[in-house]
């Protein structure tokens, strides 16, 4: 579906939006997700495919979209894993705003138009995201906490697919390349951690699925290679947020740092 501007609309109404899609062997998800953001209601977006040298179809079926619909471009690299695939899709954008969409997960058909709505008018707003629900081997509401910095400093309370601007992510270092997992944690405390307000819509506009082989999932068993990785990458705003490091048992971390405990 392409959305049509109206007569009293132009092109300075709507800047172009970049949805990133990093793809490695994801041949069974990769159509239906490229299919949501194609269905989105906004007239003026680019999709920028990002194949990591996958060893499945999924170049085939991403070459296909490419064929039908010319908002949708395709990038090929050997694999270097998602971050770099992320940085490499937006280093290609042309988009004012970039919105990362993984290719397993789908988003609503508005999400675009809203977050622009919000970012366009206000630059104080670094970011917006939206509510989110489980699908897959799981299902239900992501119950999200509302968005602290201090909060953020001791979990990851964002998923991936928030949007943000172009410039912001080009003041940052981008997608660290070499941290073993939660990346995403990693580069919204990057661009967060100098400040701007964060934005979640009051309706659901992301999908994750949940499957035995989810990101989510595996991440978890890297917990202590990935502590060690943020406080090196991140240490002053651990210390502005948290007094110190965070630590393993990342909630008790404030605490810990106030009564100098390292044993965790």
Not at 62 to 82: I, Y
Not at 139 to 165: C, H, Q
Not at 180 to 202: A, H, P
Request: aromatic share 12%; proline share 2%; charged share 30%.
């Amino acid at each position: 579906m392409v959305t049509k501007m109206s007569s009293e609309e132009s092109m300075s109404d709507f800047p172009l939006v970049s949805v990133i899609v990093p793809v490695y062997n994801m041949e069974r998800y990769l159509a239906e997700t490229l299919e949501s953001v194609l269905r989105s209601d906004y007239p003026n977006f680019e999709v920028i495919v990002v194949d990591d040298g996958s060893e499945d179809h999924s170049r085939a079926i991403a070459e296909d979209f490419v064929g039908k619909d010319h908002r949708v471009w395709l990038f090929s690299q050997a694999n270097r894993g998602v971050s770099s695939a992320r940085n490499s899709g937006i280093r290609q954008s042309k988009g004012e705003f970039i919105l990362p969409v993984d290719a397993d997960d789908l988003i609503s058909s508005d999400y675009i138009k809203k977050c622009v709505s919000i970012l366009k008018n206000d630059p104080s707003i670094k970011m917006v995201y939206g509510r989110a629900e489980f699908f897959g081997e799981r299902t239900g509401e992501w119950e999200l906490p509302d968005f602290d910095l201090g909060l953020l400093a001791r979990k990851n309370i964002i998923y991936v697919s928030g949007m943000y601007r172009k410039k912001d992510f080009e003041a940052t270092e981008g997608y660290c390349e070499y941290i073993v997992g939660m990346e995403d944690w990693d580069f919204w405390i990057s661009l967060l951690k100098t400040g701007g307000k964060v934005i979640q819509l009051d309706s659901v506009c992301f999908y994750y699925r949940i499957t035995s082989r989810s990101k989510r999932s595996n991440d978890l068993k890297k917990k202590k290679q990935i502590i060690d990785q943020l406080n090196e990458r991140h240490a002053d705003f651990f210390h502005n947020q948290l007094n110190g490091k965070l630590h393993y048992n990342r909630s008790w971390s404030r605490l810990l740092n106030k009564f100098h405990i390292n044993r965790f």
